[in-house]
């Protein structure tokens, strides 16, 4: 029996999968996404598919890498998606498909305790009694776990100051000659995965190695017949963080600290490590001046042979000081190398930022941009415009001829039967998801685009208000924040505000705390907004909505919850988004994709504007219908939908929901909600 056949059997009624679903019915997108899939395995190559949300792809492409009995990575987007995957979907279809099988799950080392640093951390001792109560917690932790991942530790803010405190990076790790490398959380992880059928990663982990072939995957990709890429739509941003070039002013002043107290612990005395680590920080701190007061969140365009704005005597001469000081550093360190091995790893520290510091001294590569990033520290980033080159020549040729020499000993799957799958709910609006496909070298993969099966007319309805503010209007925010009360009062919460800037997102929420401030305090309404609290916190709480007597929840949310927040049920039934979501037009990064698509003779606004806000717009509508059985609202307050031309193809990328005219049938969808719920509450 073929892979295809035996992938056909377990979609079946009555197939291995209903054990593994609940309420597992037969979806044809589903099953033809699988066979798709399995086609893929068997012939090799690459394999692109949109499945729209509702049609169950993780199990699309779980049955059959499961079933080949190949070696099979699947990389997600977020480590919350790994530990869904490999605590919860794997486990429930390996045991449906009664196969033995080994799992791995394998995350960057900052997600891993490191007993060296804990005793370190341990030793040194803190003030902070926030902090210390938390290092305890993690000391008793540290006694129970198997694992070391800090993701198992409940209560543990993952903004915590003391996360880094008890976590290695690249930087500071002292590999195999640590006191503590025998019992490493992060080598056991490793050597899990190299044993493993199946491995759970993430892209973050993915492209590090890429970058630097430092994180395991040089050892395991080579060994590796099947790959899938689950939220594939993240790939090429989060690809382009990892292969290209950054220096700041906050990793200067962290080098400077380290030298000084490895300094003093290990050769006081022999070095005046005050003099040089005093000498990194003033060169650090005066590259920062140069740059001047600026926002917080000021990118400086970096076309010619400085930033923008800056005299080129001044950033010329202070990125020459930064070099030359950690230069000296490095002199310094070498002298002691032989006398702990953190020494070691400071000079290697060392030389990579110097290496860093003269690179930007000279021309920008090509097919690259590079820009500034000024806060409170400074940034320099150079930065490539996709990773087209890299997963052509990097990623699909990897495991062949020289490329393979990092896993001599293992067996290596044939480059030419590698499968790559691809996979996401959003990754363009045309038929062959050049939005996806062009940046990440794929225009030869096979292309598959599977409909969502929910039927978005019956269940969602879409206003765009006519007579409203334009976007520029500085009565816009106000607004959008009326027409969110007016739901959210109407439903007892259950809203979601999406904003495409911060600053609309602080206005807004400042908006809506105030109109629900005096609201009854019998039933209130709580406003959550972006930023005040944990992320987790945030969507937990809000899903919680109605629930235990408690009042409804306005969340007000930005950039990462457009995807990736999932509230079904009746907790969200109303999504407000603010306006088009176009990417920034004076981010030095969309400049330069715009003057390349101009190069080509193509349209920026066209071929890069439009189809960045309909996948952005696409992933946020995807917010309100989760479940067949969900109901809901869409207000995107735009008016530039109805009134542009470009406005119908933007449209396109939303679900097909039934359109409102006015604000009185907005009303009325609205109370029919409220009517849904009030009988749904009859039945509990």
């Excluded at 129970?144 to 209560?155: Q, S």
């Excluded at 950039?559 to 004076?586: C, R, Y």
């Amino acid at each position: 029996m073929s892979l295809q056949e035996r992938v056909h059997e377990a979609f079946l009624p009555d197939g291995a999968l209903s054990l593994a679903a609940e309420q597992f019915h037969v979806r044809e997108g589903q099953t033809n996404m699988a066979l798709a899939v399995a086609e893929a395995i068997e012939t090799g190559g690459q394999l692109v598919v949109e499945a729209g949300t509702g049609v169950g792809k993780t199990f699309s492409y779980l049955v059959p890498a499961l079933l080949s009995g190949e070696r099979v990575m699947i990389s997600t987007a977020t480590k919350a998606l790994q530990d869904q995957l490999f605590g919860r979907d794997l486990p429930r279809l390996v045991e449906a498909l009664a196969l033995p099988i080994r799992m791995a799950l394998l995350k960057g080392r900052g997600s891993y305790l490191c007993l060296h640093r804990l005793e370190l951390a341990r030793r040194d001792g803190h003030d902070d009694r926030g902090a210390a109560r938390a290092l305890a917690k993690i000391e008793q932790w540290a006694q129970a776990t198997r694992t070391g991942d800090l993701a198992e530790l409940p209560g543990l803010d993952e903004r915590s100051p003391v996360i880094p405190l008890v976590t290695s990076s690249r930087e500071n790790c002292l590999g195999a000659q640590c006191p503590k490398f025998r019992a490493c959380h992060v080598n056991q992880a490793r050597r899990e995965a190299l044993a493993a059928d199946v491995v759970v990663v993430n892209h973050h982990l993915f492209f590090a190695d890429l970058a630097v072939r430092e994180s395991g995957m040089a050892e395991l990709l080579p060994t590796v017949r099947v790959a899938v890429f689950d939220e594939a739509h993240q790939l090429n941003e989060t690809g382009i963080q990892f292969l290209g070039v950054q220096l700041g002013s906050a990793q200067a002043l962290d080098f400077a600290r380290d030298v000084l107290a490895a300094g003093l612990q290990h050769a006081r005395g022999l070095v005046d490590w005050t003099q040089l680590a005093a000498g990194v920080e003033h060169a650090a701190r005066e590259l920062r001046l140069v740059a001047g007061k600026q926002w917080p969140g000021t990118k400086l365009r970096w076309n010619e042979a400085v930033p923008e704005g800056l005299d080129p005597h001044q950033w010329q001469f202070a990125l020459e000081q930064l070099q030359q000081s950690i230069e000296a550093a490095a002199d310094g360190l070498d002298t002691v190398s032989e006398l702990s091995p953190d020494f070691t790893r400071l000079y290697e520290r060392a030389m990579e930022l110097a290496r860093r510091s003269a690179r930007f001294a000279l021309p920008c590569a090509p097919e690259s941009v590079r820009w500034v990033d000024v806060g409170q520290q400074l940034r320099l980033v150079e930065s490539p415009l996709d990773i087209a080159d890299a997963i052509r020549t990097r990623v699909l040729q990897i495991g062949s001829g020289e490329q393979d020499g990092e896993g001599e000993g293992a067996a290596q799957a044939e480059p030419e039967r590698r499968s790559w799958i691809f996979t996401s709910a959003t990754l363009g609006d045309d038929a062959r998801l050049r939005w996806f496909t062009e940046p990440c070298g794929l225009q030869e993969a096979r292309v598959l685009r599977v409909s969502s099966p929910f039927d978005y007319a019956r269940q969602a309805a879409l206003y765009v208000p006519r007579d409203f503010p334009r976007p520029q209007d500085p009565s816009h925010g106000a607004q959008v924040a009326r027409i969110a009360a007016r739901g959210a009062q109407r439903l007892g919460g259950r809203t979601l505000v999406l904003t495409t800037t911060t600053r609309a997102l602080r206005s807004i929420g400042e908006d809506l705390s105030r109109r629900f401030g005096a609201a009854d305090m019998l039933s209130p309404i709580e406003v959550l907004v972006q930023g005040e609290l944990p992320k987790r916190v945030l969507m937990d709480r809000f899903r919680e909505g109605a629930q235990h007597g408690r009042g409804g929840c306005v969340l007000v949310a930005t950039a990462s919850f457009w995807e990736g927040f999932d509230a079904p049920g009746d907790a969200l039934q109303l999504v407000v988004i603010d306006k088009l979501p176009f990417p920034p037009p004076n981010d030095p990064l969309v400049e330069a994709r715009g003057r390349r698509l101009e190069a080509q003779g193509r349209s920026p606004f066209n071929d890069y504007f439009v189809p960045e806000a309909a996948i952005a717009l696409k992933q946020g509508a995807g917010r309100l219908i989760r479940r067949e059985t969900d109901r809901g609202v869409l207000v995107i307050c735009d008016t530039r939908l109805i009134s542009m031309g470009y406005g119908k193809r933007l449209l396109g990328a939303v679900p097909a929901m039934r359109r409102l005219e006015n604000e009185e049938s907005l009303d009325v969808a609205l109370d029919e909600l409220v009517a849904l719920n009030a009988q749904d509450d009859s039945f509990v």
